[in-house]
């Protein structure tokens, strides 16, 4: 028998990145939004849905990375880059997130749940609404205390010292958007989870929130031409992302949303445009520190030697 192969068409291919283009990113808050009812089901498998939903969050990034890219330079890592991200998500996963969610948040539970019971209340959060507005009002709580952290890291020199080193890369794709210091994913989470834990929000609410945040933080830095329109007025896609990231000081004083856009509207620092920033990162084109100790070093030097949120 004959072995056929199958050969994709030039107009085939324009369909599957048109599809691509369209109905990844909305694929993606399928993954979350699945996850999501699969948690409030089985809350214990908490941890077990959070890491399917990155892995299938990455993988999804990944291919449209691969297939519509949105600058192919911007492809090319260098490999001591790659190490320096790599390095970055490992100390985020390994040891910031358990110290939030393992040491503080409990912590602040113990403070502030026995606080509200001396009021006569059990919590401040309505526990009583419906599951979907409980998650609206938890994400939008969440997000106002990480964007006033995230501003005054823009504003405060050695805030932006911690913060700084997100901001060196002079390229853009899903694995950096986890190039953090430790303590600023420490500050911007006790800012956020801590605020719900602190007003009694349940569990299952703020697990089923860090879903959504899940896949928002990588597909917000994937290097992918994805359609995002209607979307991004009430999401902080990628294509309002990279004006955060644009080279030039007042550039990057917008778009401080981490997964809504509402906080950006309603203080003016939302920023959407039609075309893309020629340069993003800050001394956009200087030198770079090789390695992880060494970028974060650098970071806060040029912090230190110059005003905060600086990038020309």
């Avoid at 790599?86 to 040491?103: E, I, W």
């Avoid at 805030?159 to 986890?178: A, C, K, Q, S, V």
């Avoid at 956020?192 to 959504?212: D, K, R, S």
Wanted: hydrophobic residues 55%.
């Amino acid at each position: 028998m004959p072995t056929h192969i199958s050969l994709v068409t030039p107009r085939a291919v324009s369909t599957v990145h048109w599809l691509l283009r369209w109905c990844l990113w909305p694929a993606a808050l399928c993954v979350a939004t699945v996850a999501a009812w699969r948690l409030h089901q089985q809350p214990e498998r908490a941890m077990a849905l959070q890491m399917a939903t990155f892995l299938a969050a990455v993988l999804l990034a990944m291919l449209a990375e691969r297939v519509v890219p949105l600058r192919r330079d911007w492809q090319q890592v260098p490999r001591a880059e790659r190490r320096t991200d790599l390095t970055s998500m490992a100390v985020l996963m390994l040891l910031a997130d358990p110290v939030v969610k393992r040491g503080l948040l409990p912590l602040v539970a113990a403070a502030g749940v026995p606080w509200f019971a001396l009021q006569g209340a059990q919590a401040a959060f309505p526990v009583q609404w419906p599951l979907a507005l409980q998650l609206l009002l938890a994400a939008v709580i969440a997000e106002g205390g990480q964007y006033a952290v995230h501003r005054a890291m823009h504003s405060v020199r050695w805030l932006w010292g911690l913060h700084g080193f997100h901001h060196n890369p002079t390229r853009i794709y899903w694995l950096n958007g986890f190039r953090a210091h430790p303590l600023n994913m420490i500050v911007h989470q006790l800012a956020g989870l801590g605020v719900l834990v602190a007003i009694g929000a349940p569990a299952p609410v703020i697990q089923m929130l860090i879903l959504f945040s899940t896949v928002a933080a990588v597909f917000q830095h994937a290097n992918a031409d994805l359609r995002y329109d209607g979307w991004n007025w009430v999401f902080s896609t990628a294509d309002l992302h990279r004006w955060h990231h644009a080279a030039g000081a007042q550039s990057c004083q917008a778009n401080f949303g981490g997964l809504l856009t509402v906080w950006d509207h309603l203080f003016g620092t939302f920023r959407r445009g039609d075309v893309m920033p020629a340069l993003v990162g800050v001394d956009a084109g200087a030198p770079r520190a090789t390695g992880y100790v060494g970028a974060l070093r650098e970071a806060m030097r040029n912090a230190l030697a110059r005003p905060a949120a600086r990038a020309d």
